[in-house]
T-cell receptor, first 112, second 113 residues
Framework: SQQGEEDPQALSIQEGENATMNCSYK?????LQWYRQNSGRGLVHLIL?????REKHSGRLRVTLDTSKKSSSLLITASRAADTASYFC????????????FGKGITLSVRP | GAVVSQHPSWVICKSGTSVKIECRSL??????MFWYRQFPKQSLMLMAT?????????EQGVEKDKFLINHASLTLSTLTVTSAHPEDSSFYIC?????????FGPGTRLTVL
């Protein structure tokens, strides 16, 4: 079953704008991770946030985690056309030993 | 970062045949690898956990006799789709890594005619 549910399912923005993607989950977690997938390719790990963290930054990426609401958000600032991809959140549950449960994904289109 | 490769990148086969997909960790050892399946415009669904030197652990609803997994070395896991049918057509992705970061292979597109 799907653990993560991202919204929106699709997002189209202009280059230079910020993109915000949300993910909700249902069970307790060890950590939540965001991945990016270009069409027909493998996944690239973007960022991990642990259950005891509330916010992390990596370059143009900002991730927040609210364990009380069981939700996370991924913010991409100053988007570029090259950011066009599908983005997935994935959760690792306690005792899962690196096993991840993925959300349905968000398709981001950045218009040049 | 660490690199995970898959071979082949795509394969077309006839219904009823078997197809083997390889997943290799190129610059690190992996006692555990994961196999996922992804249908078009959908998410990744974990199929099984591949354990070096022992039997794979399959997720609920995944037929172990149909999707044979062998993890004979610390750098190689194979997934064999036996007696493939058109409904097995999908994108198969493997991953390996450490608890903080999973590195994904580029995927294998399987088309069963």
């Amino acid at each position: 079953s799907q653990q993560g549910e991202e919204d929106p399912q699709a997002l189209s923005i202009q280059e230079g704008e910020n993109a915000t993607m949300n993910c909700s989950y249902k069970t307790s977690i060890n950590n939540l991770q965001w991945y990016r997938q270009n069409s027909g390719r493998g996944l690239v790990h973007l960022i991990l946030i642990r259950s005891n963290e509330r916010e992390k930054h990596s370059g143009r990426l900002r991730v927040t985690l609210d364990t009380s609401k069981k939700s996370s958000s991924l913010l991409i600032t100053a988007s570029r056309a090259a950011d066009t991809a599908s983005y997935f959140c994935a959760t690792e549950r306690p005792g899962a030993n690196s096993k991840l449960t993925f959300g349905k994904g968000i398709t981001l289109s950045v218009r040049p | 970062g660490a690199v995970v490769s898959q071979h082949p990148s795509w394969v077309i086969c006839k219904s009823g045949t078997s197809v083997k997909i390889e997943c290799r960790s190129l610059d690190f050892q992996a006692t555990t690898m994961f196999w996922y399946r992804q249908f078009p415009k959908q998410s990744l669904m974990l199929m099984a956990t591949s354990n070096e030197g022992s039997k794979a652990t399959y997720e609920q609803g995944v037929e172990k006799d149909k999707f044979l997994i062998n993890h004979a070395s610390l750098t190689l896991s194979t997934l064999t789709v036996t007696s493939a049918h058109p409904e097995d057509s999908s994108f198969y992705i493997c991953s390996a890594g450490d608890p903080d970061t999973q590195y994904f292979g580029p995927g294998t597109r399987l088309t069963v005619l």
